[in-house]
């Protein structure tokens, strides 16, 4: 949390001390006057301290030390949104690609989940609806396109008929998804998501794994076979 040093001094007295004036923190802490005032600026700012003003002097009380954890825990969630995006600046600056394995249904839940954290406003996917809802099930689909709708994200989405099980998730403005199936001879048995310079690639139960590639190259590949594949599929009306 980077309380240390003096701050730490200053906030270790504020809380010994209770509701009490500037000038028993620095005799407490043996402190020069503009540190400790610098230092308590900076625990009110961070949501550690409060002030107001008692007979005209300025006083402060610590509040809960639980608020410790509540900035933990939010710092540690801004960061894991953050994340992403990091990582990709240092793999585009290194050149190299990443990829990223993850084993069991874990792995393919996060593989699904990573495509919605990069900027892209489009996703092309491709659904093999049989073996997607044999490891993730309907409900964590449906969580996941609630969410992707949530952040204004447009899906294109290619279906092989022969791995479909289900009449549903048809092409829909209101759910900001077109739909289009393969030709016979095309069979699309993994699903994959292509956004920005990422593909995530999720495999069927028997083999249970999640596959994440950070790659211009590769990306941009992928995207050349996707839309070639796409201008031969028969475009599924919209419903809405």
Known sequence: ??????????????????????????????????????????????????????????????????????????????????????????????????????????????????????DCREVQAAFSMEETLGVLGLESIDEYMEKRISQNVFMRVLRSRSHDCADIWQSSRAEMRELRFTPDPIVLSMTFIIYGSRVALMSSKKESYGLIIESEEYSQMMRAMYEGIWMQSEFSPYID
């Open 1 to 118: 949390m980077g309380i240390v040093g003096n701050l730490f001094k200053v906030y270790r007295a504020a809380i010994e001390l209770g509701d009490v004036t500037v000038s028993r923190i620095i005799e407490r802490t043996g402190l020069p006057k503009a540190t400790v005032y610098d230092a308590l600026d900076r625990l009110e700012s961070e949501g550690l301290i409060a002030e107001w003003k008692g007979e005209g002097l300025r006083r402060i009380i610590a509040n809960e030390p639980s608020v410790l954890l509540e900035q933990a825990e939010a710092r540690k969630q801004m960061l894991a949104e953050a994340m992403p995006q990091l990582r990709a600046l240092y793999y585009r600056a290194s050149g190299k690609p990443n990829i990223r394995f993850y084993e069991g249904v874990d792995g393919v839940k996060t593989a699904l989940w990573d495509s919605l954290s990069s």
